[in-house]
């Protein structure tokens, strides 16, 4: 219990100094991304300069490469423009060469390594994806567990007042509320982060749904994309969704903590990323691919749905000299703009891999 304290105190204190950055630098994303998706459907266009590259994919990381992108320019005379599409969209953006990489929540496949035809994933940053709720009558911070959750997103659990969530927080008053899950209805590197942590959790999950970057969700209304969810629950009382931790900052909503292997409820901060992450001891040369989802109970502060988030590029690309100034800037220097967005710096076996792994990249 000492263990949730804890956690619970240093997030807050984390999210207390960082909001108001983090609102400020998330505010612009919206007009990002449009002006990103417009640029990305005329390539051609967009690659007037040899040093421009396009990128397209994950929405989690998308808060991250929007802070970076002015500092690479600046940096590097690199201009980058990023669409936040989701982790499928980039995946077939670069696996058809129409963006110079892609960025994914969700590793590789064998099936979509063959089919990029080449490609390296490289691991860049880590972050959390959040179980974030709206109700007035809501308090901050419910405590959650995997099974718990499992039944919320199927709908068996109905109610915020349900005996299973009063059960979790006892003291806390709980409203007679209508749950309403809000999921992303687009192939989302997320919604594989969720789901691979509900497959561990529970076996009804498991041989129901299951894990993927869509599945056929047995309740709720589905949006596109980390924004669409958001401002969809903001809209919605009684309603919860999963989303990258940053977003939650932006639009000042509740989150719950969950309950980890060591049976502590642990939080979405930087301290419960970071002790997820500890785990990873190695990172396999020929993907790079790592699952830091559910650790093992001796990460005692562990947020259990925790997760890196890839860069995604043809290991022979004429703009290699390009992507391998900017990967290798994100690895170093971008990383010091993480902890504001709740990105956690990359552990050092992390970082050392990837940086091995850009290298490959040539002309």
Same mark, same amino acid.
């Given at each position: ?55 397209a994919g994950s929405t989690f990381v998308a808060p991250l490469v929007s802070a970076w992108t =002015?500092?690479?320019?600046? !940096? ?6 990023? +669409?936040?599409? &989701? *982790?499928? $969209?980039?995946?077939? @953006? ?114 129901? =749904?299951?894990?993927?970057? !869509? ?6 209304? +589905?949006?596109? &994309? *980390?924004? $669409?969810?958001?401002? @969809? ?34 939080l979405p901060g930087l301290t419960g990323i970071k002790s997820a992450a500890a785990t990873i ?71 050392? !891999? ?10």
């Open positions: 219990m000492l263990a949730a304290v804890e956690t619970k105190t240093r997030h807050e204190g984390e999210e207390g100094n960082l909001s108001r950055k983090t609102i400020t630098l998330l505010g612009v994303l919206a007009a990002v991304a449009a002006v990103a998706l417009s640029g990305i459907a005329g390539t051609a266009q967009a690659r007037t300069q040899d040093s421009d590259l396009t990128g =002015p500092k690479v320019q600046s !940096a590097l005379g690199i201009k980058v423009t990023y +669409g936040p599409i &989701g *982790s499928g $969209g980039g995946i077939n @953006a670069v696996t058809n060469r129409t963006v110079d990489f892609g960025a994914s929540d969700a590793p590789l496949t064998p099936d979509q390594f063959a089919a990029c035809k080449g490609c390296v994933q490289i691991p860049w940053a880590l972050s959390a994806t959040a179980i974030a709720y709206n109700g007035d009558a809501l308090p901050n911070h419910i405590h959650l567990t995997g099974p718990v959750l499992a039944s919320i997103f199927t709908g068996r659990i109905s109610k915020w007042n349900d005996a299973a969530i009063k059960k979790l927080n006892k003291g806390k008053s709980l409203p007679d509320l209508k749950i309403t899950v809000i999921h992303r209805s687009d192939n989302s590197g997320t919604t594989y982060n969720l789901t691979d942590y509900l497959s561990r959790v529970s076996p009804t999950w498991k041989s129901g =749904p299951g894990k993927g970057v !869509a599945v056929n969700w047995p309740t709720g209304i +589905g949006a596109r &994309g *980390s924004s $669409g969810v958001a401002a @969809a629950l903001t809209s919605t009382q009684g309603g919860v969704t999963y989303v990258d931790v940053a977003y939650t900052l932006k639009n000042h909503l509740k989150f719950a903590a969950v309950q980890n292997k060591a049976r502590t409820f642990a001891n190695r990172v396999a040369p020929d993907n790079g691919g790592i699952s830091i989802v559910n650790p093992a109970k001796t990460q005692k502060l562990a947020y259990p749905i925790s997760t890196f988030t890839y860069v995604i590029i043809p290991k022979q690309s004429s703009k290699a000299p390009e992507l391998k100034k900017f990967v290798n800037w994100a690895l170093t220097k971008g990383q010091v703009d993480g902890p504001k967005l709740l990105f956690s710096p990359l552990p050092k076996v992390v970082l050392k !891999a990837s940086q091995k792994t850009i290298a490959l990249v040539h002309t």
